[in-house]
Nanobody
Framework: VQLQACGGGLVQAGGSLRLSCAAS????????MVWFRQAPGKEREFVAS????????AYADSVKGRFTISRDNAKNTVYLQMNSLKPEDTAVYYC??????????????????WGQGTLVTVSS
């Protein structure tokens, strides 16, 4: 599946952004979807995951209560609503997909299909 992420930008601390990741193909609902992020000089880290049906979600502790992952299978799109943003949320955000797979704590190496990344910068 091909993925196209967008929605990043510059926002002040406390603000909000919504990222989108559009997927190609007709079997989008069969893919578990994940958002990862990578800050400069750091490893790529898990942010949020969602099952194919959207019925199961998981979040990194650092974003729990502030970020919400969702999906619209009719539009082949997964979203990441980010509220109460902090400077430490600054990173390139990537969406990733894996057929028939959902994990509470996915690892980047488990995914083959990636979007190109969208930069989120949170100013203090």
């Amino acid at each position: 599946v091909q993925l196209q992420a967008c929605g990043g930008g510059l926002v002040q601390a406390g603000g909000s952004l919504r990222l989108s990741c559009a997927a190609s193909g007709r079997t989008f609902s069969s893919y578990g979807m994940v958002w990862f992020r990578q800050a400069p000089g750091k490893e790529r880290e898990f942010v949020a995951s969602i099952s194919g049906s959207g019925g199961r979600t998981a979040y990194a502790d650092s974003v729990k209560g502030r970020f919400t992952i969702s999906r619209d299978n009719a539009k082949n799109t997964v979203y990441l609503q980010m509220n109460s943003l902090k400077p430490e949320d600054t990173a390139v955000y990537y969406c990733a997909a894996r057929l028939g797979y959902y994990s509470l704590r996915p690892r980047a190496y488990e995914y083959d299909d990636w979007g190109q990344g969208t930069l989120v910068t949170v100013s203090s």
